[in-house]
């Protein structure tokens, strides 16, 4: 490597570092904070969740905040607990969960990008709503 070469690559990882900073900076005031001053605070990210349904030729996908998703999720333990039908709506988010069946839950999810419906194992929405549960709570 020529010295020319050498010279280059301290600016250029010094650039590509000042964006990464900047960046970062950026989406801190996007966030919540709770301060202790101006120069120490906590940050807060926004998180929010996202609901992937696959069919056969795409990826349907909406964001939903942890607040909605528990909400999401409240509905479907309802269904799978009452052994019936539970629907949950949001925005343009419709969400229909019927564990009537047993040993399965039948699941109809529409956006305005499309509708999907599909049958899951209950033992699989049983695993969904825990591991939900331990990350984020379920009241």
Known sequence: MTTSKLNRVPGALFQALSKTVSSALSRINSFEKIEFSDRFYLVIPRIELTLN????????????????????????KTACEQNG????????????????????????????????????????????????TQRFGLS
């Open 53 to 76: 349904f696959m069919t056969v030729d795409e990826v349907s996908s909406t964001k939903l905040s942890v607040d909605e998703a528990t909400e999401l999720f409240k509905s479907i």
């Open 85 to 132: 039908i539970a629907e949950f709506k949001m925005g343009e988010l419709s969400w229909k969960t019927d564990a009537s069946s047993e040993g399965q839950v039948k699941i109809r999810y529409k956006t305005p990008q499309g509708s999907a419906y599909t049958i899951v194992e209950r033992a699989s929405v049983d695993a969904a709503i825990a591991n939900f």
